[in-house]
């Protein structure tokens, strides 16, 4: 189980949090294509490596954080609140 | 009797056995007995007893190999203690379960005793029944014909459904250095941990502290290797160092968290419990495991590891044999070989290497030794009666200790991703490239001699932590003649009728092995699963070495070539009951209460679990009571507990415009004091719940959704205001537990909150449908809402959640009828009010249960608005809801199709999603979800569940007061 650093809780172990999305990812406007639509509906990027990630501290305190980190050696390089 | 070895004594003196304290027990119904102190197999091996166990396929005799986790052999069936303390264990191993009084023990695989098994027939067969023969033999007709008679053969032991495991609970520890094993190399890295200033858990497998000090020789800061463990261990915990024995490491897992299973030993399994250890840095001083040797009938009991006869004779006090043959290719064993002659037995050795080295020679004294010479084969014909040397010569032996190198147990380097390399001079794979907050030390990395295991001890324990002391201050062994303990692995050529034991668990020989080369599984990994090689309880800790040796010679590559199987976790078998933990029975999945439970049970209410909640579902017993309750709705006053209806607060400036985008339905246009239904979405355009919004305060709204949606709601108003808004301007509360609701429904319900309140302000014109006033309940604040769940004149009433029972009982005293969930989830059918999750499914969105205007109006944004425009939200023919009037008095099961006949074939064109008998019409109704079912009014439609054909004509969603009188009746 890995441990992620909440930056309001300090570390804590991963079953607390949920995974959401890629972080980064933006609302596109009503005007938008069905295919973008699309797009920012199901497609993620799956990185192997690096890779900027949002998740939610569930069981902690419920805020949305991004964490960087590798998804194949599973080293956390940073984690910041996913709002200001 | 046949299972005796007339040489096996137990010593009068020494050891860690308790000799005051004799402990009886029975094996196989023979009643023996042993001390506390012992192991299962110390007490057996000091009775004289050889023959413990039967194997798996053949059903050989088998006795103890190992001392400790290793062991493949000796796994027996336990029972001890009585009553709620009882405890079964239908598989444990006799090598680490401590003698405990009354045990009762006995052989798992024999039809009958150990030393008398009925099955033993099968190992004339051999030749028949090679690896895999199962898969080749048993296809015909089908593999079904034979299973049944061949799972009774097979397995581990047999569970006892009456024997319950007690509650094992989760611990949690959070370390900057965690030392597994507590021999030389343990005891100085937690040493040299603690002394540079660090939080230290020193765990070890065995019931006491100091692994290989407590049965090698060794001398260390001037004191017996012993001793010093001993007194280690009370400068570490008076240093606040937590020290756990009978605790073994079973899994590293991510970020260094490490799984340990202590066992506390005791009946009933008290004691044991999980650990879950995050450490900043780990050393891993686990030791090494030794190897047998590969000859013909080496599993015949009475063929032991030289370490394991070392550890008996000098932890145990008991003597495994009388005439011994030690065969060794190394240096360690020559200890066993002196301290057996010392203890009085005849020892013979057999040194596979040419010149025996000056190191064993002083080790083991005055012992004859067979230089150059293996052992051929083992004599006797169910027992260790003797050996047959490769020279040619017998010798008569009731212990034959074998020695083939040792294997250190990098098993949690592995589960760190780290790769193991074979060491060709060490003929052992040792930690390969070392892997981050792990540091592998002493025989666990290969390094066996005792000064060594201490140095690089204290150079792991002292991590790189500025504070830490120098290596050269750690603890120092007097330098011993360096033993040689690598051994090559020999694979003998085997004569056709020979077989030679890799895997004793698994039963697998060397012939298996070499029958998966011809058949081209000759990737270890094809090997391991062809022949099951190593895929033991024992998880293969003393042959998949030897396994690989074979397989390396069979196809002419080298060990390094061949490569090794993946260490997976648990390292040693683990209990269900320990991996559970607490989460058992009623703590698995724990449902959510009313606080007027008990009041509830005093009115006769038969509970039901809801979403998670319990609830009544009706009052009393009689055939009737649901519809009775549905009619007292329709024509009297009944009271409902709704208190986990969820009161979630969106509190702040921003609340109504968090609210305008969460809601695909408006409430920024909702007057303070009213209340308005709405639909929320998920991005996707699907319902996702359904509520009541009330406006407290322009800035202050409380969401009433769904019971057993509560938590998914509020990530929802979450998830949109920490994406969207400025958290400094909204806040969203759950309050839901705080209030307890209960709704007061019928023509009489005005009467009752009447009663309740008083009259003032409860007519139509102060209190609406769709509005809430305040009031006081008690002392203590009321809300009072007309809203209505049934479609008659309702009223819900929150007060704080302490007064639940108080205020059910004014409203039974009223004169309000209980009414339970089954009888409201009919009213609400009667009135087409749809439960999400029931009537709508991950497809329906909101014009497809006819609320389709806010999708045409709003241009504003809202969750979920783009998708409700794709292709597939705008396409024709899309499922809608519908009321189904069915004719009959029968009620159609939920799920049943509506079919129509197109092109000559049956099609599916819909479903039933709820459906009951109304007592208030008096006949069988639906709702239904129906490709154009709003076009489709008035149609007949024929239903199939499972063959069976109800016919219904299609009508609005709302059975009952369509015109919506009765809310105001």
Redesign the interface.
């Known amino acids: 189980m890995q441990s992620f650093p909440c930056p309001y809780c300090g570390p804590r172990d991963e079953t607390e949090f949920l995974y959401q999305t890629d972080a980064g990812r933006t609302r596109p406007a009503r005007g938008v294509s069905d295919a973008d639509w699309s797009r920012y509906r199901f497609f993620r990027r799956n990185a192997k490596g690096a890779a900027a990630e949002l998740w939610l501290h569930a069981a902690g305190c419920g805020r949305y954080i991004v964490i960087e980190r590798d998804t194949l050696t599973h080293a956390v390089i940073a984690s910041k609140g996913a709002t200001p | 009797m046949s299972g005796t070895g007339r040489g096996a004594i137990r010593l009068d003196e020494g050891g860690e056995i308790d000799r005051g304290r004799p402990i009886s027990f029975r094996f196989d119904g023979m009643p023996l007995q042993g001390y506390a102190g012992d192991t299962i197999a110390s007490a057996l091996l000091a009775n004289g007893l050889r023959t413990v166990a039967r194997s798996f396929k053949y059903h050989r005799p088998r006795g103890i190999l190992g001392y400790g986790v290793e062991e493949p052999s000796a796994i027996l069936d336990l029972r001890v203690g009585e009553g709620p303390a009882a405890r079964h264990d239908p598989n444990a191993r006799a090598t680490i379960e401590p003698l405990l009084e009354g045990m009762v023990l006995k052989a798992v695989h024999a039809a009958g005793t150990a030393a008398r098994d009925r099955l033993a027939v099968l190992d004339r067969f051999h030749r028949f029944i090679p690896s895999a023969f199962y898969y080749k033999t048993f296809i015909w007709p089908s593999w079904h014909a034979y299973e049944a008679r061949i799972r009774a053969m097979a397995g581990l032991g047999r569970i006892d459904p009456d024997a319950r495991a007690g509650v094992v609970p989760h611990r949690f520890a959070n370390v900057d250095l965690l030392v597994v094993g507590s021999g030389p190399a343990g005891l100085a890295a937690a040493l040299a941990g603690l002394a540079g200033g660090r939080t230290v858990m020193l765990i070890e497998q065995d019931a006491r502290i100091g692994g290989s000090l407590r049965m090698r020789a060794g001398v260390i800061d001037g004191r017996p290797g012993a001793a010093w463990a001993e007194e280690t261990v009370r400068k570490l915990v008076d240093g606040g160092a937590a020290v756990r024995t009978s605790a073994t490491a079973i899994a590293l897992?991510?970020?260094n968290?490490v799984a340990v299973h202590e066992r506390g030993h005791a009946p009933g399994g008290a004691g044991d419990c999980l650990w879950?250890v995050?450490a900043r840095e780990i050393v891993l001083a686990a030791g090494a495991i030794e190897r047998p040797l590969l000859f013909a009938d080496n599993d015949r009991p009475g063929v032991m590891l030289a370490s394991a006869a070392l550890a008996y004779l000098r932890r145990k006090a008991v003597r495994a044999g009388g005439k011994i043959v030690v065969a060794t290719a190394s240096d360690a064993a020559y200890e066993l070989a002196g301290a057996m002659a010392a203890a009085g037995a005849e020892v013979v050795v057999a040194d596979a290497r040419k010149t025996v080295t000056d190191g064993a020679r002083a080790l083991a004294g005055d012992v004859t030794v067979h230089a150059g010479e293996r052992i051929r084969r083992a004599l006797g014909r169910s027992e260790v009666a003797g050996v047959e040397l490769t020279g040619g010569t017998r010798i008569d032996a009731d212990l034959l200790a074998v020695s083939g190198g040792f294997s250190p147990a990098i098993h949690l380097y592995a589960h760190a991703k780290g790769r193991p390399r074979w060491d060709g001079s060490l003929g052992a794979f040792v930690p390969g490239e070392p892997v981050p907050g792990l540091r592998v030390a002493g025989a666990a990395a290969g390094r066996f001699a005792l000064a060594d295991a201490l140095e690089d001890g204290t150079r792991a324990g002292r991590g790189s932590g500025e504070a830490a002391p120098a290596p050269s201050a750690g603890p120092r062994a007097v330098a011993a003649a360096a033993l040689q303990h690598a051994a090559p692995i020999a694979v003998p050529e085997a004569a056709a009728r020979d077989r030679v034991f890799v895997d004793l668990q698994n039963d697998v020989i060397t012939k298996d092995i070499a029958l998966a080369a011809r058949e081209s599984f000759k990737a270890v990994e094809h090997l391991k699963r062809y022949t099951t090689l190593g895929m033991a309880t024992d998880q293969g800790k003393t042959s998949n070495v030897n396994g690989l040796a074979v397989l390396a010679s069979i196809t002419g590559r080298s060990i390094a070539e061949t490569g090794v199987t993946t260490f997976r976790p648990p390292y040693a078998p683990v209990p269900f009951a320990a991996i559970i933990g607490p989460a058992l029975g009623e703590l698995d999945a724990p449902v959510r209460r009313l606080p007027a439970e008990n009041e509830h049970r005093a009115e006769q209410a038969v509970f039901d679990e809801y979403g998670g909640i319990l609830r009544p579902a009706w009052y009393g017993s009689g055939p009737d009571a649901i519809a009775s309750e549905c009619r007292a709705a329709r024509t009297a006053v009944t009271v409902f507990d709704a208190s986990p209806l969820g009161k979630v607060e969106v509190v702040g400036p921003d609340a109504a415009a968090l609210l305008d985008f969460v809601f695909y339905t408006r409430m920024s246009t909702l007057k303070p004091g009213r209340l308005r239904y709405g639909l929320m979405l998920s991005?996707?355009g699907v319902v996702f719940d359904d509520g009541v919004v009330l406006r407290l305060a322009p800035d202050r709204f409380v969401v009433s959704c769904s019971s057993s949606h509560v938590p998914a709601v509020v990530?929802l108003l979450?998830?949109w205001r920490?994406?969207?808004f400025d958290?400094a301007r909204v806040f969203v509360h759950d309050t839901t537990g705080h209030w307890a609701t209960m709704a007061i429904a019928g023509p009489g319900s005005r009467a009752v909150v009447a009663a309740i309140f008083g009259e003032s302000g409860l007519d139509d014109v102060n209190l609406p449908h769709m509005a809430m006033r305040e009031a006081r309940f008690e002392d203590g604040p009321a809300r009072i809402s007309r809203v209505s769940f049934v479609g008659e004149r309702s009223y819900e009433i929150s007060v704080p959640a302490g007064r639940a029972v108080a205020l059910w009982r004014a409203a039974r005293k009223a004169g309000a009828v209980p009414l339970g969930v089954e009888a409201l989830s009919i009213l609400r059918l009667e009135k087409g009010f749809i439960m999400v999750g029931v009537d709508t499914d991950g497809e329906t969105m909101p014009h497809d249960i006819g609320m389709g205007r806010a999708r045409d109006t709003r241009?504003d944004?809202y969750a979920g608005?783009?998708?409700l425009f794709?292709?597939e939200a705008r396409k024709p023919h899309r499922k809608q809801l519908v009321g189904i009037a069915i004719e009959g008095a029968a009620r159609v099961p939920v799920g049943a199709h509506a079919v129509v006949r197109e092109d000559g074939r049956r099609r599916s064109i819909g479903f039933v999603t709820s459906s009951a008998i109304s007592p208030t019409l008096g006949s069988s109704i639906a709702l239904a979800r129906i490709e154009d079912g709003e076009r489709r009014h008035g149609e007949s439609v024929t239903f199939d569940h499972l063959g069976r054909i109800f016919t219904g004509r299609i009508v609005a969603p709302c059975f009952y007061d369509q015109k919506g009188e009765r809310l105001h009746a």
């Open positions: 897992y991510d970020h968290l879950r995050r991005e996707g990530g979450e998830e920490q994406d969207r958290i241009t944004a608005d783009r998708s794709t292709a």
